[in-house]
């Protein structure tokens, strides 16, 4: 299969409600057996509040594809700090499978090399088997570490680093 072509942008705060709406769509694909709808409602308003401080924070990258119908949603977003850690990546649900996770990871990790980070890091849900492939295949590892998520009902997340300089 030929790697898609990825074409990615920095969002700003206008991209909030389509980052917000691809996060949402994402987790609720991925995740419905860690947050059962029906005892954990999707936090919207937390999570708006959350992409815009991200977004004004200066110590973080988000990038952004668009989608090619116009619509003015996103199939991919990835961000990265400047603390060499990869903070978030997704892509739509209905886009799954096309190697757009791969290209947004291998450009975060570009872009973190590039700012001289010899290793990156992220957090995972323990139980995101999807992500986790992804990651593994990747060259990233377990760390051995773990923490409860922020967000009922607290789910362990899992840590994970990649060499860089390999």
């Known amino acids: 299969m030929t790697p898609p072509t990825l074409v990615l942008r920095r969002a700003s705060p206008a991209d909030v409600g389509a980052l ?24 919207e308003a937390d999570v708006l509040a959350r992409w815009h401080l991200v977004l004004a924070d200066p110590d973080t990258v988000v990038e952004v594809a668009d989608a090619a119908d116009g619509s003015g949603g996103l199939v991919c977003m990835v961000a990265h700090d400047a603390h060499g850690t990869v903070r978030q990546l ?36 323990a139980e995101n088997r999807r992500a986790r492939s992804l990651y593994e295949r990747h060259g990233w590892r ?8 922020p967000w ?4 362990t997340e899992a840590g994970y680093a990649r060499r860089l300089d390999a």
């Open 90 to 125: 997704a892509v739509t649900p209905g886009r799954w499978g096309e190697g757009l996770g791969s290209a947004a990871l291998r450009h975060a990790e570009a872009a973190l090399a590039a700012a001289g980070h010899r290793e990156a890091r992220l957090w995972v849900l």
């Open 20 to 43: 917000l709406a691809l996060e949402r769509d994402a987790s609720l694909a991925a995740l419905g057996h860690v947050f059962p709808a029906d005892r954990f409602p999707y936090p």
């Open 152 to 155: 009922p009902p607290y789910p």
């Open 142 to 149: 377990p760390t051995g570490e773990s923490q409860p998520a």
